[in-house]
């Protein structure tokens, strides 16, 4: 009885799995043009970097004048 019953729960547990796990269809749009979105998302994250350094510039020649003057 006990190796009926580790067979029915071992085949309910495949059962789940199959009906649970998702069915991923290939999008060809995202795989066709994955490169350019690439560049895009890499060019935004420069230009937020660019930005946040550049955006306020009392800040940034405070920190450029003290990094320079613990050198010398």
Do not use: R
Not at 3 to 15: C, D, I, N, P
Not at 41 to 57: K, Y
């Amino acid at each position: 009885m006990a190796t009926v019953f580790a067979l029915f729960m071992l085949a309910l547990g495949f059962y789940i799995k199959y009906s649970s796990s998702p069915k991923i269809k290939k999008w060809n749009h995202i795989d066709n043009h994955a490169f350019k979105y690439a560049i895009a998302c890499c060019v935004m994250a420069a230009g937020a970097h660019l930005w946040t350094v550049f955006s306020d510039p009392y800040h940034l020649w405070n920190a450029v004048n003290d990094a320079y003057s613990l050198t010398h």
